[in-house]
């Protein structure tokens, strides 16, 4: 009898352009709500560690921002950070979706077509993972996957609808075959290596997100002040910044006699209390700061 116990674990990131399923794919891996997710792209500013831990294996996944052509500053950032994240990793998933021409060819969109560039460089193992696939007819993926297919060496292929839950066990269990046999890199208990006070942060800008329109969202960022624990009474207090770029930003999320930051406050208070298991007090401002999204110092100050 064979008693040697063999742990693998390995840290696997999940690449593709912003909208294709990243936040919820991660989330239905860990069974649990992490990484924002939004019908807006690039809702994941910084990169999430979402760790899961079983009996004989633990998967450490980075939900990286999308990699596209960065033109701004501060999309540059992002595509940097996702690059980085290329390289002293275990696997790499490439998610993408079904992508057809009026004339429902299959393509390789711009976007990805710069990722596969990426992608052909690095050693790293690649899986193929095509998401959506609850949005399309099954006999039409198969020429889309060899088009992929013929682009970069894959070293498996998934077709999942994360939304759905479909696939994703299977892929899971392929994850954890591929992973190398190592060490336990973080206890048990950690979910997320980021404080509770990202995580809120967090929370406030998915509502944000949610509830303004257009420009406003693209150029919010939220700081937490304070975050301060009363266990006697089951509470938290937490003071939080919505800091945007414009005067007229400030209006939209304030509204009109303060009726939309109140709601904003609202909604956030009640999904940090649920994330938290919690009791919470929250207070918000508002804080117009010219350009942050274009200046590096403003980036770092900000945490990005
Ligand atoms: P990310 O930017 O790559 O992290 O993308 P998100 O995880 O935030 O998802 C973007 C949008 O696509 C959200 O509205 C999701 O609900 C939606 N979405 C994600 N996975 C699926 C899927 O399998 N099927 C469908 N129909 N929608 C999905
Ligand atoms: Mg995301």
Not at 225 to 242: G, H, M, S, Y
Not at 274 to 282: A, D
């Amino acid at each position: 009898m064979n008693d040697v116990k063999i742990f693998s674990s390995g840290f696997v990131s999940l690449i593709g352009r912003p909208n294709v399923g990243k936040s919820t794919l991660m989330n239905a891996f860990l069974g649990e709500k992490l990484s924002i997710t939004s019908n807006k792209p690039q809702t994941t500013r910084n990169m999430i560690k979402g760790i899961l831990t079983e009996s004989d294996s633990q998967i450490v996944f980075l939900d990286t921002p999308g990699i596209h052509d960065a033109k701004a500053v501060f999309n540059k950032k992002i595509v940097d950070e996702a690059l980085v994240a290329l390289e002293h990793i275990d696997l790499i998933l490439f998610l993408t979706e079904p992508n057809f021409s009026k004339s429902g060819k299959p393509f390789v969109t711009q976007e990805d077509a710069y990722i596969l560039e990426r992608l052909k460089k690095s050693n790293v193992t690649k899986m193929l993972i095509v998401n959506k696939i609850d949005m399309v007819d099954k006999v039409q993926l198969l020429p889309f996957i060899d088009l992929y297919k013929s682009e970069c060496d894959f070293e498996d292929i998934f077709m999942v609808s994360a939304l759905e839950n479909d696939g994703v066990d299977n892929l899971l269990g392929s994850i954890r075959k591929s992973l190398p046999d190592s060490v336990k890199y973080f206890d048990e208990d950690y979910i997320t290596d980021r404080p509770e006070r990202f995580l809120a942060a967090e929370i406030i800008r998915e509502k944000v997100f949610k509830m303004t329109s257009k420009e406003v969202p693209y150029s919010t960022a939220v700081m937490v002040e304070t975050f301060k624990e009363k266990p006697k009474q089951n509470l938290v207090v937490i003071d939080a910044t919505i800091i945007i770029e414009k005067d007229s930003q400030k209006g939209i999320i304030i509204g009109k006699g303060g009726k939309m930051l109140k709601k904003i406050g609202a909604e956030s208070r009640r999904g940090i209390e649920e994330l938290l298991n919690i009791r919470v007090f929250l207070k918000l401002f508002v804080k117009v700061s010219k350009n942050w999204t274009k200046s590096e110092v403003k980036l770092k100050e900000f945490g990005y």
